[in-house]
T-cell receptor, first 109, second 116 residues
Framework: GQNIDQPTEMTATEGAIVQINCTYQTSGFNGLFWYQQHAGEAPTFLSYNVLDGLEEKGRFSSFLSRSKGYSYLLLKELQMKDSASYLCAFMDSNYQLIWGAGTKLIIKP | GAVVSQHPSWVICKSGTSVKIECRSLDFQATTMFWYRQFPKQSLMLMATSNEGSKATYEQGVEKDKFLINHASLTLSTLTVTSAHPEDSSFYIC????????????FGQGTRLTVV
């Protein structure tokens, strides 16, 4: 079967670093995505990993381990505007996106 | 990145009426568009995949006669919620892709539908 799991909510302090984990199970895999979604808005693309390793993009980095079915999104130098839900999703062998329920990130001053 | 425009952003309609939501790719030709529904605090649920000039492929459990999808051109897809009921109230989001996959898919702004 297929499933994907991420924490429901996390809290972090402005200026700090936070890591949001995502684990998944699937027989076919064509990459893992991270999206940011502010309340009432559509998701915006953050990253796409299809090979193992760390991809860095400014303050955001994403890591993938295919053998472990594990990914994380690392956010550095947190800003208040980073308060949002972060969705991970993997693409299965049929090129369909399977979405996690999202992690609500709360940033405190 | 590419721009996908979705209209309207929000709509309130009476139960029993129909509502049309438009999804346009503004600066690229989208061979494939995807329609999602998202309930509060839940993940995105794919409703259907539409390819230009052909019938949409609906996910299991989605009523094709209730959620009419038309993809008449490479830049426009529409979702019509027919005979809307309060349980259809949700956040509807489209995304567009230039390939028949979700890679490089760009999302519209979403439409908040409230049926009263």
């Amino acid at each position: 079967g297929q499933n994907i799991d991420q924490p429901t909510e996390m809290t972090a302090t402005e200026g700090a670093i936070v890591q949001i984990n995502c684990t998944y199970q699937t027989s076919g895999f064509n990459g893992l995505f991270w999206y940011q979604q502010h309340a009432g808005e559509a998701p915006t693309f953050l990253s796409y990993n299809v090979l193992d390793g760390l991809e860095e993009k400014g303050r955001f980095s994403s890591f993938l381990s295919r053998s472990k079915g594990y990914s994380y999104l690392l956010l550095k130098e947190l800003q208040m505007k980073d308060s949002a839900s972060y969705l991970c999703a993997f693409m299965d062998s049929n090129y369909q996106l399977i979405w996690g329920a999202g992690t609500k990130l709360i940033i405190k001053p | 990145g590419a721009v996908v425009s979705q209209h309207p952003s929000w709509v309130i309609c009476k139960s029993g009426t129909s509502v049309k939501i438009e999804c346009r790719s503004l600066d690229f030709q989208a061979t494939t568009m995807f329609w999602y529904r998202q309930f509060p605090k839940q993940s995105l649920m794919l409703m259907a995949t539409s390819n230009e000039g052909s019938k949409a492929t609906y996910e299991q459990g989605v009523e094709k006669d209730k959620f009419l999808i038309n993809h008449a051109s490479l830049t426009l897809s529409t979702l019509t919620v027919t005979s809307a009921h309060p349980e259809d109230s949700s956040f509807y989001i489209c995304s567009a892709s230039v390939w028949d996959s979700h890679t490089e898919a760009f999302f519209g702004q979403g439409t908040r539908l409230t049926v009263v």
